[in-house]
């Protein structure tokens, strides 16, 4: 079955940097875009950045842009987030997703990991 | 970008009531719009994809319509199961972007 599980959270100083890793299973990475989506406690979902199935292609949200860089390793089904020049507003949960056929929604969600930024 | 608002935020219903969710976007997008369910220390749940495609699993009890810029989901007959925070979210056109969620509390 399709699984997405994230690794690399936890409390980091603000100006500090913090790598997202996310390990797929159960289907063929290599095919498929790939998102990260965020969710700071108590609040709605935030898109964070995608990135094509070769990782020729990728978008970031403003808030991120020039900060994050999503990367992927297709040889070991996994997904990256490096987080760099930390904020207390980049606290939230981090989720990474499946895009659909790139399509644009996602069909397959990881369990998500917590970053929280704090001195 | 393409801003996202949903109404109601907050909704109370009984089991077995009809509720519809709206969800109306800032310009066009087409048909190009997703909903989610989410339930609290969860992932999001994807319920309908291009307004109104049920994705696989997802009960018949819930529906989705709309296109251009209003759009709406609608549950028949709510369930214990369907009280949750439900989004919609655009795929038109990057920065993707969410509403703010409608949460469905019981009555």
């Known amino acids: 079955q399709v699984q997405l599980v994230e690794s690399g959270g936890g409390v980091v100083q603000p100006g500090r940097s913090l790598r997202l890793s996310c390990t797929v299973s159960?289907?063929?990475?290599?095919?498929?875009?790939m998102h990260w989506v965020r969710q700071a406690p108590g609040k709605g979902l935030e898109w964070v950045a995608v990135?094509?199935?070769?990782?020729?292609?990728?978008y970031y949200a403003d808030s991120v842009k020039g900060r994050f860089t999503i990367s992927r390793d297709n040889s070991k089904n996994t997904l990256f987030l490096q987080m760099n020049s930390l904020r207390a507003e980049d606290t939230a949960v981090y989720y990474c997703?499946?895009?659909?056929?790139?399509?644009?929604?996602?069909?397959?969600w990881g369990q998500g990991t917590l970053v929280t930024v704090s001195s | 970008d393409i801003q996202m608002t949903q109404s109601p935020s907050t909704l109370s219903a009984s089991v077995g009531d009809r509720v519809t969710i709206t969800c109306r976007a800032s310009q066009s997008i087409s048909r190009w719009l997703a909903w989610y369910q989410q339930k609290p220390g969860k992932a999001p749940k994807l319920l309908m994809y291009e307004a109104s495609n049920l994705e696989g699993g997802v009960p018949s009890r819930f529906s989705g319509s709309g296109s251009g810029t209003e759009f709406s989901l609608t549950i028949s007959s709510l369930q214990p199961d369907d009280f949750a925070t439900y989004y919609c979210q655009q795929y038109r056109t990057y920065p993707y972007t969410f509403g703010q969620g409608a949460k469905l509390e019981i009555k």
């Open positions: 159960g289907f063929i990475f290599n095919t498929y875009a």
């Open positions: 990135i094509s199935y070769d990782g020729t292609s990728k």
């Open positions: 997703a499946r895009d659909q056929l790139t399509a644009g929604y996602f069909d397959y």
